[in-house]
């Protein structure tokens, strides 16, 4: 089917710490990855996306790159803070009607 | 400043009852979007509407209604036949441009429901 696996949380790290997040997808061809976060409270915020494979998108620090070979988007930050706490969505487009299938979310608790 | 509102943030609704989410967009977006958050689910998709005067079921439209009679707006109505509306409401809206892969969707700050 079509799908959004992401790996479950909740991820503590202290600060400046290494972060990964996983993500996988299934999809027949080659759909634009996304990673949107949310802030406590909030509506989600576009972080970075990438449209086609091998691309990497970027965005404050953050980092992800779409691997065709092994359908994945992992999220990776090389030195956590605390501001970085929050939720983490990976998503992929849904097609022509422009839907976004999500995934279930990772929550990130970061410590000072 | 452009952007999505939702009132209001917190919603309490005794159960049997109906109640309508505000969701208004001055981003002139034609698409806009509803979902759903409950935890460990991620976001689910109720209904959308590319067009004025046209919507869409999404994945989990039992118990919802909608409306868009106006392109800035985008109301939601959680009827009593909706089993478990406890939940994370987002509305969301978009450009509709069909020669790209992708329009961005921008997100409102969501209203709480908790039915009592």
């Known amino acids: 089917g079509n799908s959004v696996t992401q790996m479950e949380g909740p991820v503590t790290l202290s600060e400046e710490a290494f972060l990964t997040i996983n993500c996988t997808y299934t999809a027949t061809g080659y759909p634009s990855l996304f990673w949107y976060v949310q802030y406590p409270g909030e509506g989600l915020q576009l972080l970075l996306k990438?449209?086609?494979?091998?691309d990497k998108g970027s965005n404050k620090g953050f980092e992800a790159t779409y691997r065709k070979e092994t359908t994945s988007f992992h999220l990776e930050k090389g030195s956590v803070q605390v501001s970085d706490s929050a939720v983490y969505f990976c998503?992929?487009?849904?097609?022509?009607?422009?839907?976004?299938?999500f995934g279930t979310g990772t929550l990130l608790a970061v410590q000072p | 400043d452009g952007g999505i509102t939702q009132s209001p943030k917190y919603l309490f609704r005794k159960e049997g009852q109906n109640v309508t989410l505000s969701c208004e967009q001055n981003?002139?977006?034609?698409?806009m979007y509803w979902y759903r958050q409950d935890p460990g689910q991620g976001l689910r998709l109720i209904y959308y509407?590319?067009?004025?005067?046209?919507?869409q079921k999404g994945d989990i439209a039992e118990g919802y209604s909608v409306s868009r009679e106006k392109k800035e707006s985008f109301p939601l109505t959680v009827t009593s036949a909706q089993k478990n509306p406890t939940a994370f409401y987002l509305c969301?809206?978009?450009?509709?441009?069909?020669?790209?892969?992708?329009?961005?969707?921008?997100f409102g700050p969501g209203t709480r429901l908790t039915v009592l």
């Open positions: 998503a992929r487009y849904g097609g022509a009607t422009n839907k976004l299938i």
């Open positions: 990438a449209t086609k494979a091998d």
């Open positions: 981003l002139n977006h034609d698409a």
């Open positions: 509407s590319q067009i004025v005067n046209d919507f």
């Open positions: 969301a809206s978009s450009t509709v441009n069909r020669g790209l892969s992708y329009n961005e969707q921008f």
